[in-house]
């Protein structure tokens, strides 16, 4: 019998939003590296951490990337200024099956010219900052353009439509679930929008 590869996230929800057309989905590119300021920024704030790469997917399970898989660089709140979106991995244990990697989606705001504060992303809807991944690494990130798309809402068939001022960011998970952030100008927050299996 095939164990299946699950993920969980810390909040023990496992949540997914219909696919979204692929040519909305942008990211660096795969041998781009974010500049030395960023850089600096996520070694102090997270030195045990690295980038999610190429080489940390399981591309038996995910397509091979044609952009970077844990970095976008994108203006997410119409400032005019390139902000940064990194899903980390934090820490991993065991190997094969049995290995399990704790992500990390991090936002940082550009405030000012090579200045960058951490972004506050809402955490109130069972979503979270914060993955599991069990077995081989299948999770990695995307810019989403800005304009409408239709997502889970209440019981299953339903949809909402929601619309992204800005672009947002996407959170993959290889198996096609997957989490959309969008900047909330008034709320000065990334809002998560999910859906139960």
Not at 27 to 42: C, E, F, H, R, Y
Not at 131 to 136: E, M, Y
Request: aromatic share 10%; with cysteine.
């Amino acid at each position: 019998m095939l164990k299946q590869n699950k993920r969980w996230h810390l909040f023990g929800a496992l949540v997914w939003v219909l696919c979204v057309d692929s040519a909305s989905l942008q990211g660096q590119d795969i041998n781009s590296k974010p500049n030395v300021g960023i850089q600096a920024v996520l070694e102090r704030d997270f030195p045990r951490a690295r980038i999610v790469d190429q080489g940390s997917l399981d591309e038996s399970l995910c397509d091979r990337q044609k952009n970077h898989p844990g970095w976008v660089e994108e203006d997410f709140n119409g400032d005019g200024r390139k902000d940064q979106a990194f899903l980390l991995l934090e820490k991993s244990f065991g190997s094969g099956e049995e290995r399990i990697a704790y992500l990390k989606l991090v936002v940082y705001m550009q405030t000012r010219p090579g200045v960058y504060e951490r972004a506050k992303i809402e955490e109130s809807k069972a979503e979270a900052v914060e993955f599991r991944d069990s077995g081989t690494l299948t999770t990695f990130i995307r810019k989403l353009n800005a304009g409408e798309y239709q997502l889970p809402a209440g019981e299953v068939g339903d949809v909402k439509k929601v619309l992204f001022k800005t672009p947002g960011i996407k959170v993959i998970f290889c198996d096609q679930s997957s989490i959309l952030y969008q900047w909330d100008q008034g709320t000065s927050q990334f809002i998560p929008h999910i859906g139960t299996y």
